[in-house]
Structure formats: C-alpha cells, structure tokens
C-alpha cells in the first residue's frame, strides 16, 4: 500500500530536514503560538490566571496540518479560526528558520574564534564599524579599532575574531578586533611556516596598536634563527605583516631568553645598553644607558620602554650616564607614559629625529638588496 503524504507534511518534512529544524519542535512551537492565538481571540474560554487553559489544547494533524481547538474531548474549534492557525503556523515555521540558520552561523563561527578573518567593511556609525564576512557579519566596536586607522566603507581588512558575543537586545554578534595582540601573533602564524609546525615558538606579543609592537621568539632547535625566521627573506616576512596593519606599526622581533638581563637588553633594542641592575623580588629593573642613547631606549612618548617592560614583565627604568664623565645623568622614573612629562621635549625632538633617519636607512637598504 502506498501512503501518499500531503503537502504540508512534504513541505514541513522538507524544511525540517534543510534548515536542520526539529520537526516536533516546529509542531510545538505552532501549537504554543495557535494556544496564544486562541487565547487572544477568545478570552471567554479562559480564567484570569494565565497558566490556567481550563483543559483547552491544541490539536494539528502532522499529515494534513488540520487544527483543532479541543477542550477535555470536545471539539470547540470557531469557525473560520483555520485561517488565523495557517497564519500563525506560516509566523511559526519562518521563526524558526530565521532561528535556526543563525544558530548555525554563529556555531560556524563559534569553531573560529581566535582565529583571523578577512572581511568588508559595509557601514560604520559613531562607535562601531560593521564588516561583511561572508555569511555573518561581524562587528568591530570603538575599543578594538586602531586609534588612527580610518575604516572606509568596501576595504577589506584581516580582524582576529576575538569573541561571540550578545548585544544589548540579547542577541548573539561576532565581536572582532584590530588591536588585540593577538592579530600578530596569528598573522605571523600564517606567514612564518617555523611558527605553524613549532620549530619556532611565540613566547610573547604586546603593542601599541597602530604605532609600534614588540613580538618575542625562541627556538630550541639548534641552528634556528627565530628572529631570521620571522624576518624572512629580505625582511618579505615582517613586511607582509606590517601590511596587513596598513604599514603604519613597527614591529620589533626580539629573541627570547630565560636569562632576563639578556632579554631586557633584547626587548629595548634599537638602543645600546650599557648594564642592567635586576630587583627579581620587585621585578623592576634600572637600565644604564649612554645619555645619547636614552631618546632611542626610552622611544617617542615612552612606547620603547614600556612595551619592553610588558613584554618582560619588569617595570624599567632608564639610567643615563654622562659618555664624559661616566657619571649618573638622571634616574627618571616619570620617564614612562604612566607619569607625564614622559620624555624631556628636547630628547623627544632627538628621539623622533633619531627614528625618522633609521627608518629611511632600512628603506634604503630595503631598496639597495632589491
């Protein structure tokens, strides 16, 4: 015998099984919405409690889609009440597609999370801008955009999807970010082959988006030049990166090393550090530096030190000493950007002047090796 299934189950069976929707759970969504619909329409078969339904339920045929109002076994189903459950069942079923597929966008991106994504920005309001990223869209709030990045509406942009996120209205959104370390660290994952098959390890990422980071490397195979990995081949490797930020950060590749006297030397390069007095117990350290060198150690409004001393984890300060005299200059713990003046204005004249001619020197060696 052959059962010849009518149209609403084919069509309730078919969207079921496309959109991955339960077909009970449709069934019993549409008999809620059709009880509250009834309730609405006919108040007089009902008590003022509202969890009360006076033995009122709802029957629909899952072979027909017929639907009966019945109350203990009588059938007290208005006339023309039909057209108001089809409508009712149509608000019910479009429901929980729209339910649906965003569960399943959002799971899609869920497994993403962490991870960097391309997208277009489609439009921008006072605080947030909003990106394209294919099947969702994404989110990018005031906090997490680089402070001087303009964001023009059709350019594609690398964001790190930092969280899955709920919006005030209770709905789920894909919060993503331009400034979180971690954009380099995964950037670097995906230009620097050593770093995805672990010859090569990121120790420590930390940055002042959008102006200058400092991004530390190991490597405990012997005859691996971690920073010459990360560099690449004239420098194609680090440049790819600083691309990916609109070439307005500098990203300094440090070698990590357990010995931290050696790796606060490391971490305030570009400058030449004469000694390194270390407190472990306060985990400070005082940083004796050529007075020539101080501008290059400390870096404009303190970004040098202080990056080096988050990526350290030891609060720094810079001691100058005279190259004449060899004496003590200054111990300026108001150095850093915490406490203002951050750098003497006419050593943060000699720090900018000083950075400006290495980076046209790097240019120029850039082009000569080209």
């Known amino acids: 015998m052959v059962i010849v299934k009518s149209e609403f189950a084919l069509a309730l069976n078919q969207v079921a099984s496309e959109r991955g929707i339960s077909v009970d759970d449709v069934i019993q969504s549409m008999e ?10 006919h108040p007089e078969f009902f008590s003022e409690d509202p969890e009360e339904d006076n033995g009122i339920s709802v029957k629909i045929d899952i072979n027909t ?6 109350q203990e076994e009588k059938d007290i189903t208005p006339p023309g009440f039909g057209r108001i459950a089809a409508q009712t069942a149509r608000q019910v079923i479009i429901q929980k597609i729209r339910e649906a597929e965003k569960k399943t966008v959002i799971s899609h991106y869920q497994d993403q999370v962490g991870t960097i994504i391309r997208g277009r920005v489609i439009r921008r309001d006072m605080n947030n801008v909003y990106v394209d990223l294919g099947k969702a869209e994404g989110v990018l709030p005031r906090e997490e955009q680089i402070r001087n990045e303009t964001y ?3 350019n594609r942009y690398v964001f790190y999807l930092k969280e899955i996120g709920t919006s005030k209205a209770g709905y789920s959104r894909i919060v993503l970010s331009r400034t979180a370390p971690e954009l380099i660290s995964e950037l670097f994952k995906r230009e620097v082959p050593e770093i995805t098959s672990g010859t090569v390890e990121i120790k420590n990422v930390v940055r002042e988006p959008g102006e200058r980071a400092k991004i ?5 195979q012997s005859g691996v030049d971690p920073v010459g990995a990360c560099v690449g081949q004239k420098g194609v490797r680090v440049q790819t990166v600083t691309d990916e930020l609109n070439g307005k950060e500098k990203i300094d590749i440090i ?8 790796f606060i030397i490391s971490a305030l390069s570009p400058a030449q550090v ?5 407190n472990e117990k306060e985990k400070h350290a005082n940083v004796s530096v050529n007075e020539s060198q101080a ?11 202080n990056l080096a001393a988050r990526l350290t984890g030891y609060d720094i300060d810079i001691v100058q000493i005279s190259s004449e005299t060899g004496e003590k200059v200054e111990t300026p713990s108001e150095q850093k950007e915490e406490a203002e003046p951050v750098v003497a204005e006419d050593q943060q004249e000699v720090a900018e002047e000083i950075e400006d001619v290495q980076e046209k020197s790097e240019a120029e060696n850039q082009e000569e090796k080209k």
């Open 32 to 41: 809620a919405a059709i009880m509250a619909a009834f309730r609405k329409e």
């Open 65 to 70: 889609g017929e639907t009966h109002i019945m």
């Open 152 to 154: 023009i509406v059709n």
């Open 216 to 220: 530390a490397v190991y490597s405990s």
């Open 255 to 262: 070698q990590w090393n357990e010995d931290i006297k050696v």
């Open 274 to 278: 004469i000694s390194v007095d270390l």
């Open 295 to 305: 501008p290059l150690a400390i870096g404009k409004g303190g970004v040098n030190v």
